[in-house]
């Protein structure tokens, strides 16, 4: 079976070598000069960052155990993380409308490195106090960054389908290949080198001790509203306002909390999943290979959002099904496949399928990202972005928190069947969004043919 996982990582770098090498005139965007100096200053910052992201994350967990932590106390660090997250984040997140997004990139990198500095201390209390700020740099991670690029964009004139670009290539590098690299770079420090389990965490802190000083050194301030009159309060008040008046915005914080929900509780759910009897699996060349596939979905985004048809609000209608449908394998194994009951031996036929799944799965993720950025840059209100982002991830940290506390207490094949109904939701609630985005198009047609009765004869 250990030939199974190389045939399938060639397979991926074979297609997504194939996607970006066979692109032509139609698949790409005839952009500046100007545009391509500012889109490659911030892919460079972005992936930076996003190394700094995924150094640490396959050792959070090692590290801590190794400090003599068990499943208990472990899990209540990462609650603590995404509840930081849920309630700290927010409010230092929205303030980057008001006080700078640049300013709150900057505090970003600050708050991780303070973080990876932590790891170095066994006290449960410091750790604790490493998980918040944690917690609070990856809500500015998932804010603040993009809420700079687009007013950045919008403010220097480039054209609105240039954005899209940036987006694609930020997921195509950031999630996919920075990972790809960043877990092969930690397996040298770790094992390789035997520097121990925190060293991934220094050398997060220096790729963010380097992206923060291009921030300094390059980046221009903008905001959201600086005005002085508004307090916080009037801030997340006037974001909640934009939220219930317009059903768009709704809409698409609902959408981004089931699918990114069902994400993370992925996350938690792929190991068990694919070694139920303690199967010895490849567990970082798993992860590698998710990682080509997220790829695989950023480079068939960058396609889709190059044309003019089909749209954003089409298209994802259909990767939410896929999506939903991929997560569904662990149940129909479980019901078709015989499970094998001799533990410690390599991946099972069962697990080879669910394998293939969970590829598809991190396929979709891949098109997610770029499209739901786009998607926030056309209907989120610039004066409240962050704010708005922010409260968007409200409800999926409430869900994450959920997920983990309860881990134990559900079947790992109820909790693929919930993740696969939210991702069903999500498509249902992306069509109603193409519906609405639809009518001031068909209402401007209505009006123009009653001013222009030629227009109806034309379109006749």
Not at 37 to 54: C, E, H, I, R, T
Not at 90 to 108: E, F, M, P
Request: charged share 15%.
């Amino acid at each position: 079976m250990e030939l199974f996982y190389f045939v399938v990582f060639g397979a991926l770098g074979a297609v997504v070598a194939a996607l970006e090498l066979s692109k032509n005139s139609k698949d790409r965007i005839n952009t500046s000069s100007a545009f391509n100096s500012f889109k490659n200053n911030y892919l460079v910052v972005y992936s930076l960052m996003m190394a700094g992201d995924w150094l640490q994350g396959p050792y959070v967990y090692y590290l801590y155990s190794t400090y003599g932590f068990g499943k208990g106390e472990i899990g209540q660090l990462f609650i603590a993380g995404f509840g930081s997250s849920m309630l700290f984040g927010t409010i230092v997140g929205s303030l980057a409308d008001k006080q700078g997004r640049r300013r709150a990139c900057v505090t970003y990198c600050i708050t991780y490195i303070l973080s990876c500095i932590t790891k170095h201390s066994p006290q449960y209390k410091i750790l604790m106090v490493g998980r918040v700020l944690g917690g609070i740099a990856t809500s500015l991670l998932f804010s603040a960054f993009e809420s700079w690029l687009v007013a950045e964009h919008n403010k220097r004139g480039f054209e609105q389908q240039w954005l899209s670009l940036t987006f694609s290539k930020a997921i195509f590098l950031g999630n996919g290949l920075v990972a790809i690299l960043a877990g092969l770079f930690g397996n040298v420090l770790v094992d390789s080198l035997s520097l121990g389990p925190v060293a991934p965490f220094d050398a997060a802190a220096i790729f963010l001790a380097i992206g923060m000083a291009i921030i300094l050194s390059s980046w221009t301030e903008n905001f959201g509203d600086p005005s002085e009159n508004k307090d916080l309060l009037t801030q997340f008040r006037g974001a909640a306002v934009a939220i219930a008046s317009d059903e768009k915005i709704a809409l698409l914080g609902a959408i981004q909390s089931l699918f990114e929900g069902s994400m993370y509780t992925f996350v938690f759910l792929w190991t068990p999943a694919l070694s139920p009897n303690d199967e010895e699996i490849p567990h970082g060349f798993i992860f590698a290979t998710f990682m080509l596939a997220s790829m695989l979905g950023s480079s068939l985004a960058s396609r889709l959002m190059a044309r003019s048809s089909p749209r954003v609000e089409s298209y994802m209608q259909i990767v939410f099904v896929i999506s939903s449908a991929s997560l569904t394998l662990p149940i129909i194994t479980n019901f078709l496949v015989a499970p094998s009951k001799v533990k410690g031996e390599s991946i099972s036929f069962a697990g080879c399928l669910q394998l293939l799944g969970f590829c598809t799965f991190e396929a979709c993720v891949g098109i997610f990202w770029p499209s739901i950025m786009k998607m926030r840059s056309q209907y989120i209100p610039e004066e409240a972005r962050s704010t708005i982002m922010n409260f968007f991830r409200i409800p999926l940290n409430i869900f994450v928190c959920i997920v983990l506390y309860n881990v134990d207490a559900f079947p790992i094949t109820v909790m693929f069947g919930m993740c696969s109904i939210f991702l069903l939701v999500a498509s249902i609630l992306q069509r109603r969004l193409m519906a609405i985005s639809d009518k001031p198009k068909m209402e401007n047609w209505t009006a123009m043919k009653e001013r222009d009765p030629e227009a109806e004869a034309l379109n006749d």
